[in-house]
T-cell receptor
Framework: TAGITQAPTSQILAAGRSMTLRCTQDMRHNAMYWYRQDLGLGLRLIHYSNTAGTTGKGEVPDGYSVSRANTDDFPLTLASAVPSQTSVYFC???????????????FGQGTRLTVV | GQNIDQPTEMTATEGAIVQINCTYQTSGFNGLFWYQQHAGEAPTFLSYNVLDGLEEKGRFSSFLSRSKGYSYLLLKELQMKDSASYLCAVRDWKDSNYQLIWGAGTKLIIKP
């Protein structure tokens, strides 16, 4: 089924360890996003990529890095995890180029990360 | 600056009608989305408004007033499965591309 896939679904990580959250889409969307969602705060943008080879910082980028080597993949890396990075992480993609057609964002199923 | 406000929580009765409001302030408005998110799941797209007025889609309708920076999502004939969070998001023009600015979401509780 076409869509966007995240891995892993959940993870418990020791503080100080590194981890990469994987995200793959097969819709050929130009734009991809990483959000974290915490209770009462809604979706907060961590990093984004408008096209392969480019990335940008969102609202809460500190402690995270991303890469966009190709259109389909957009991994998120935590270099040295801290407990405040405990959250649910959502990857999303959309066709964000100009035009009047509705172009909604599609979300992966989420990764529930606990840093202890 | 950019800001989106919606109520934190609402309660309604099965079979009734509920209206969830969203107000926004953005610099490069280019459309407003409503998403539904069930607990433990990903957000899913419900509706999109870019022009003023009402968009109807079955039991769900969404309204937009660009001059007032205001939108609402109207849910009719409420069912228990409508218990979820409803997220308002504005598409804003930034860095030569569109980006979504998200509200914190409204948790809707449906009672029998």
């Amino acid at each position: 089924t076409a869509g966007i896939t995240q891995a892993p679904t959940s993870q418990i990580l020791a503080a100080g360890r590194s981890m990469t959250l994987r995200c793959t889409q097969d819709m050929r969307h130009n734009a991809m996003y990483w959000y974290r969602q915490d209770l009462g705060l809604g979706l907060r943008l961590i990093h984004y990529s408008n096209t392969a080879g480019t990335t940008g910082k969102g609202e809460v980028p500190d402690g995270y890095s991303v890469s966009r080597a190709n259109t389909d993949d957009f991994p998120l890396t935590l270099a040295s995890a801290v407990p405040s990075q405990t959250s649910v992480y959502f990857c999303a993609s959309s066709d964000s180029r100009g035009g009047g057609v509705v172009k909604e964002a599609f979300f992966g199923q989420g990764t529930r990360l606990t840093v202890v | 600056g950019q800001n989106i406000d919606q109520p934190t929580e609402m309660t309604a009765t099965e079979g009734a009608i509920v209206q969830i409001n969203c107000t926004y302030q953005t610099s490069g408005f280019n459309g407003l989305f409503w998403y539904q998110q069930h607990a433990g799941e990903a957000p899913t797209f419900l509706s999109y408004n870019v022009l003023d007025g009402l968009e109807e889609k079955g039991r769900f309708s969404s309204f937009l007033s660009r001059s007032k920076g205001y939108s609402y999502l109207l849910l009719k004939e409420l069912q228990m499965k409508d218990s979820a969070s409803y997220l308002c998001a504005v598409r804003d023009w930034k860095d030569s591309n569109y980006q979504l600015i998200w509200g914190a979401g409204t948790k809707l509780i449906i009672k029998p």
